[in-house]
T-cell receptor, first 114, second 112 residues
């Protein structure tokens, strides 16, 4: 089955700790995205990647970092500089960035600061 | 600024009671409008893509329509399993990027 796999489903972070969220897709999509979802707010774009070895900041990139070394993978690191990291994180992909097509989402990772 | 507004925020329906959800948008150059369904604790599930005013798409009890300023998601004779949050997103040409801009969603509860 083609799709997007995010792991882990739940993640707990201590103060001052960096954590990495995994996102893997087997849809052969060029574009990948990371969103953050908070109650009562729409999805907010953290980073996106149009193609391998390329990525751009979204609307709320501060305190986050990404890499895109393989087409299938787009991991997100939440650094200690992110002051309010508790949220639901969603990874998505689309055929191509300029494709005017829908994005498909993974099942999300819920990150909690303890 | 490109913006998407969904209404109502929450909606309670009796099973079989048809209704519509609204997604209004102000963007410069619509490239596509997308509807998603999201269950609690899950990622959004793609439902429909609409590209131009007058276009309609249907899937089971759901029908999406598009005008130049808004989209409607019509739910006919809903069942309890249709309970979810429905998200609307647009992709706009005018911003110079191809970002998806999401509304905050409509939480639908269908009572048996």
């Amino acid at each position: 089955d083609g799709g997007i796999t995010q792991s882990p489903k739940y993640l707990f972070r201590k103060e001052g700790q960096n954590v990495t969220l995994s996102c893997e897709q087997n849809l052969n999509h060029d574009a990948m995205y990371w969103y953050r979802q908070d109650p009562g707010q729409g999805l907010r774009l953290i980073y996106y990647s149009q193609i391998v070895n390329d990525f751009q900041k979204g609307d709320i990139a501060e305190g986050y970092s990404v890499s895109r070394e393989k087409k299938e993978s787009f991991p997100l690191t939440v650094t200690s500089a992110q002051k309010n990291p508790t949220a639901f994180y969603l990874c998505a992909s689309s055929i191509m960035y300029r494709g005017n097509t829908e994005a498909f989402f993974g099942q999300g990772t819920r990150l909690t600061v303890v | 600024e490109d913006q998407v507004t969904q209404s109502p925020e929450a909606l309670r329906l009796q099973e079989g009671e048809s209704s519509s959800l609204n997604c209004s948008y102000t963007v410069s150059g619509l490239r596509g409008l997308f509807w998603y369904r999201q269950d609690p604790g899950k990622g959004p599930e793609f439902l429909f893509t609409l590209y131009s005013a007058g276009e309609e798409k249907e899937k089971e009890r759901l029908k999406a329509t598009l005008t130049k300023k808004e989209s409607f998601l019509h739910i006919t004779a809903p069942k309890p399993e249709d309970s979810a949050t429905y998200l609307c997103a647009v992709q706009a040409r005018g911003s110079g990027t191809y970002k998806y801009i999401f509304g905050t969603g409509t939480r639908l509860k269908v009572l048996a």
